[in-house]
């Protein structure tokens, strides 16, 4: 199965979208995306094909936020959501 997963940075000050980073594409469950800069400085918002399953819905889609402090946390990696 091949799906999708949208990639933005948003402003942390105004939440508006201020680079669109592209697509990263998701195979078999599993996907990589090299984010540009340092993405502890955004909200990278993860925009999900409907083939995953996620509780977050916002605007008719399916969003995920990571926000500016969970970076601290982890520095590499970002959760999606589960295929269906």
């Known amino acids: 199965m091949i799906t999708h997963i949208e990639v933005n940075y948003r402003d942390p000050?105004?939440?508006?979208?201020?680079?669109?980073?592209?697509?990263?594409?998701?195979?078999?469950?599993?996907?990589?995306?090299?984010?540009?800069?340092?993405?502890?400085?955004?909200?990278?918002?993860?925009?999900?094909?409907?083939?995953?399953v996620t509780e977050a819905m916002s605007g008719g889609r399916r969003r995920i936020w990571v926000l500016p402090y969970e970076w601290r946390m982890c520095k590499k990696y970002t959760h999606a959501g589960v295929l269906q």
Do not use: H, K, N, W
């Open 13 to 52: 000050r105004t939440t508006q979208v201020v680079r669109r980073l592209g697509i990263m594409p998701v195979f078999a469950g599993e996907g990589e995306m090299e984010l540009p800069g340092d993405p502890s400085q955004y909200i990278v918002e993860e925009i999900i094909s409907d083939e995953f």
